[in-house]
């Protein structure tokens, strides 16, 4: 079956702009991460939804950073007013219900901030 | 402060070599995983560990929880090119999952 997607696959935006991007699960799994890869880093948590329960958002750096869920589906983050600091690959993950620690991985979205 | 603590950064080899990475951390945890990832790509579970002292292996790869669960190990034993990436392990309390840094590893031919 189809694994975790995530569009675009790479994007570079003007500081100061906007950006949404998007990641659509596994079908049938309940559980969705972001996290953001810095280069040469490793993973840093930024939000989990779990089915219909409020997302846990203790991960995401400062209030310009919000995601969204609809149901057991699509998910999108969103970033306002970028700076240059927000230039990393975005990683989306989900998992089945229960099995949380076994997450499946996008290929993620190279973001630059220029 | 990195929660799991991940040695070495970096390791370079050549091709036939073992190597064991290590991952550490002062907390216990539910379960442990590895990952490994690729340039340009996301990671990829290898194994989960959840019983203290658990040692799995995957081919040419062992895996040991550590008796307090509190670390864990990975060997390769004949390292070859096509092992060449970033290896993650990741912690799993509940619904909390943390990832440390990562070993970086290049095996030479």
Known sequence: GAGVSQSPSNKVTEKGKDVELRCDPISGHTALYWYRQRLGQGLEFLIYFQGNSAPDKSGLPSDRFSAERTGESVSTLTIQRTQQEDSAVYLCASSFWGRSYEQYFGPGTRLTVT | ?109
């Open chain 2, 1 to 109: 402060t990195q929660l799991l603590e991940q040695s070495p950064q970096f390791l370079s080899i050549q091709e036939g070599e073992n190597l064991t990475v290590y991952c550490n951390s002062s907390s216990v945890f539910s379960s442990l995983q590895w990952y490994r990832q690729e340039p340009g790509e996301g990671p990829v579970l290898l194994v989960t560990v959840v019983t203290g002292g658990e040692v799995k292996k995957l081919k040419r790869l062992t895996f040991q929880f550590g008796d307090a669960r509190k670390d864990s190990s990975l060997h390769i034993t004949a390292a070859q090119p096509g092992d060449t990436g970033l290896y993650l392990c990741a912690a799993h309390n509940n619904n909390d999952m943390r990832f440390g840094a990562g070993t970086r590893l290049t095996v030479k031919p």
